[in-house]
């Protein structure tokens, strides 16, 4: 089986050819358009329903018109309750990226939630090479065996054309019943040294092979006892500021790429807002304190830690005051096939009236860009 599964893949490498081409052709596009439309359409990923560009004619228009800058893939459609969504087999797979990618002028981030274990849209049932958990690698703490399992995912991961590995979690494992993190066997552990020398292995492995990596979730979630996907979570009580360490010492060794926030509420960084909407958590703490210099990418904004507690043009305003560059619509909490729209529409609306400054979106445009073109180039 295993055999089998490996030739599938090494079958897709001539088209892996022809996506390189394609893909490194628009980065001297993105220089020579500095329109409003496409720096506000790049800060947008936003998350569809189809497996076949004939079925998603939204994200089409998505991509082709409002330029949004990425694209977030699911195996599973929570609110349809269906196994139907992006991913039906590797070729299926591959041929819809690389559909995705020819109408774009920019080059997509094409993302998934590949993290390995229990969130794992690469199913092997679908022709896919196992995966491990992040709790499974921290137990062994073996550099071989994190390095092989990161390597593997990195390799399918460049063979679909996805580019952006919406992982490795940062998260301390403190609280084991953490219905999210702990259960789910998303963290490594909750020894600090264990989770950073596996980031670090993690991290190598993907950039090795082209994968941006996207450390999640900002300041950290391993302490909570509720999930920000199903209401508001607040963590002021459990979180310590050792959550913080894998953050530290990775963006003090120059760690370039992505980090996810996350929507839990902490009063101790924050009084008024959960850390996505927090411009004293992600500018003053992330930005200022920490130095990271990379994009900032929030969790889903559909999510109802957010949308049940914010109106979508106040959630959008905050995050990006707060400093959030990339906004995660995953449609997949809830399903809006005109969100990439209406947040644009919002984005427009909230400029013109001078609550969120050009500067601002410069910002995150030229952090989008940059995180573009170094992934083009191969320059890390």
Do not use: C
């Not at 998603?56 to 082709?64: F, S």
């Not at 900002?218 to 209401?231: E, Q």
């Not at 953050?247 to 839990?264: E, K």
């Not at 500018?283 to 210099?293: A, I, P, Q, S, V």
């Amino acid at each position: 089986m295993r055999h089998k599964i490996t030739m599938t893949i090494k079958s897709l490498t001539t088209a892996g050819l022809l996506f390189f081409f394609i893909f490194s052709r628009p980065a001297v596009a993105a220089q020579q358009s500095d329109s409003l439309s496409v720096k506000i359409g790049q800060m947008l990923m936003i998350g569809f329903r189809g497996t076949t560009l004939e079925d998603a004619p939204e994200i089409a228009a998505d991509i082709t018109k409002r330029r949004i800058g990425g694209v977030v893939l699911f195996d599973f459609d929570v609110p349809a309750h269906s196994h139907s969504r992006n991913i039906i087999s590797p070729q299926q797979l591959a041929r819809l990226t690389l559909e995705l990618q020819k109408l774009a002028n920019i080059p997509l981030l094409v993302a998934i939630d590949q993290e390995g274990g229990k969130v794992n849209r690469l199913k092997q049932a679908r022709g896919f090479p196992p995966s491990v958990s992040a709790a499974y690698l921290g137990r062994l703490n073996n550099p071989d065996s994190t390095s092989s399992a990161a390597s593997q995912t990195a390799r399918t991961l460049k063979t679909m054309h996805i580019g952006m590995n919406l992982a490795p979690v940062a998260d301390l494992n403190t609280n084991p019943d953490n219905p999210v993190i702990g259960k789910l066997d998303r963290s490594f552990s909750p020894d600090p040294s264990v989770v950073i020398s596996n980031l670090q292995l993690i991290i190598q492995a993907y950039h090795i092979n082209g994968i941006i990596a996207t450390l999640k979730h900002f300041p950290g979630h391993g302490s909570s006892s509720s999930d920000t996907h199903l209401d508001f979570t607040d963590i002021t009580a459990s979180w310590s500021e050792e959550e913080l360490e894998p953050y530290r010492v990775l963006i003090a060794s120059g760690y370039p790429d992505a980090i996810m926030t996350a929507h839990v509420f902490n009063g101790k960084l924050d009084t008024l807002y959960p850390a996505t909407l927090s411009k004293q958590t992600l500018t003053g703490l992330l930005r200022d304190k920490l130095r990271f210099k990379g994009v900032i990418i929030s969790d889903d904004m559909q999510m109802k830690a957010i949308a049940d507690h914010y109106e979508l043009e106040s959630a959008i305003q905050l995050a990006i005051n707060a400093g959030v560059d990339l906004l995660l619509f995953g449609n997949n909490a809830s399903y809006d096939p005109a969100i990439a729209s209406k947040a644009t529409e919002i984005i427009r609306s909230l400029l013109q009236k001078k609550i969120i400054t050009p500067e601002r979106i410069d910002q995150s445009y030229q952090r989008i860009m940059e995180l573009k073109n170094r992934y083009l180039s191969g320059k890390r």
